[in-house]
């Protein structure tokens, strides 16, 4: 009876805002609803997050390929310097031919050494006409040359950079 008569003494805006201590424990079902739903929420982001493809990824390399190889082109042409383009392990270098009619790596910022920004794991050359392959693309002081394939390779995934021998380059696929 004494806790009856306590329970009765104490003013009712107590007993509303300090319920007994034994009579809240754990959490609510809002309370769990509540962080279910972020829960679900957070892994369907994560889930639903749009991945890189890898068909993508070498297009815009090749669709990057094709739009440098062109201004090679042009460059050579308006400096009557010949340039030429070599795929190297992990990327490739553009290369400027000297006076003295050595090769010599471009260094400016659109001509520098650039690594793949995808896995390319094959890179074949080979000119219009021919079943050999070349190590590189040579750009001459005239604007007509020998229209030339590359082929960009990433598991599985093909793309071809093809060079139509009048300064254009177009990507497609195999």
């Known amino acids: 009876m004494r806790n009856e008569a306590d329970h009765a003494e104490r003013p009712l805006a107590k ?21 279910l739903l972020i829960v679900g929420l957070l892994f369907a982001v994560v ?13 815009e390399e090749a669709q990057r390929l094709a739009s440098l ?8 042409q308006v400096r009557s310097s010949p340039m030429a383009w070599q795929p190297i392990a992990g990327g490739y270098k553009f290369y400027r031919r000297t ?16 690594r ?40 599985g995934v093909r793309l071809l950079v093809v060079g139509t021998g009048i300064g254009n380059f177009v990507v497609r696929r195999p």
């Open 15 to 35: 007993r509303l805002t300090c319920p007994n201590r034994h009579a809240q424990r754990g959490f609510t079902l809002l309370e769990m609803m509540v962080v």
């Open 47 to 59: 889930a639903l997050a749009p991945s890189r493809n890898r068909r993508t990824d070498l297009a």
């Open 69 to 76: 190889l062109e201004s090679a082109g042009d460059e050579a």
């Open 99 to 114: 006076e003295d009619g050595a090769w010599k790596p471009v260094a400016d910022d659109l001509f520098s050494p650039h």
């Open 116 to 155: 793949w920004s995808t896995e390319v794991t094959d890179v074949t050359v080979r000119y219009t006409g021919s079943n050999e392959p070349v190590s590189r693309v040579v750009f001459g002081d005239e604007s007509i040359g020998v229209p030339v394939t590359i082929t960009l390779s990433s598991e």
